[in-house]
Each structure stands twice: as C-alpha cells, then as structure tokens.
C-alpha cells in the first residue's frame, strides 16, 4: 500500500538529499521503501511544482501532486504552476488542468470537481 507523507527530520533515503532552502519533499512510500516524491515550493501567491519522481508510476505521480496541493489549500494558497520539468503526459493523465503555461488556477476546484476516482 502506498503511503505519502512530507519529508521528515532525521529520514535518510537512497537517492534523495532535501537540501534547506532548495524546496519541500512529499515522499511516496511502499512500507519503507522509497518509491517516489515531489519537490515543491510554497510562496503567499502559489505553490511550485518543481520536480516529480513516480517510478514510472502515473498513480504515484497523481498522489503526490494531490498531497502537495492539498497542503497549499490548507495554508490557503489555490494556486500552482508546474515547473518544465513535469511531464506533460503525467498532467494529462491526472486530469491536472493547467493552461499554456502549466499554470493551474484552481486548486479548491480541481481538488473537488475533477477526481480521477470518478473515471474508475
């Protein structure tokens, strides 16, 4: 069962190295073991999608991405941009609606109105 969660103190992965100031991690884990995670930045207007690692999994991608928004409507921030290094592919697939500048305008909205689970 996957299980994500923010980076904490004192967690030591194979892999990743959270660096301060360089971003926030959400990692994905299958018991212990590391199986992807998300870098991200929040900031008073957005929060900044920077890079994603899914192991090839769009499920774990879908996750992760949904774990950082999340956090960002909690602190009260609804919206994000998606840095160059998201794959397009991975956006379609999650039914993440960003426009021409991967930018996605509401997160309140696509948290409640556009869940994958609705597909299945």
């Known amino acids: 069962m996957l299980f994500i969660r923010p980076f904490r103190e ?16 959400y990692l994905a884990l299958d018991q212990e073991a590391l199986v992807g995670w998300c870098r991200w930045r929040l900031s008073l207007e957005k929060v900044q999608i920077e ?24 602190q009260g921030i609804d919206r994000a941009h998606f840095s160059e290094k998201i794959r397009p592919d991975r956006l379609a697939v999650s039914l993440i609606p960003v426009d021409s ?15 994958k689970c609705k597909m299945l």
């Open 10 to 25: 004192g967690d030591h992965f194979d892999g990743i190295a959270p660096e301060p100031g360089k971003g926030l991690y």
């Open 51 to 74: 890079e994603v690692e899914d192991g090839g999994d769009p499920m774990t991608f879908d996750g992760l991405v949904r774990a950082v928004l999340a956090a960002a409507l909690d």
């Open 101 to 115: 500048q991967n930018n996605l305008i509401s997160i309140d909205y696509f948290l409640n109105h556009c869940k």
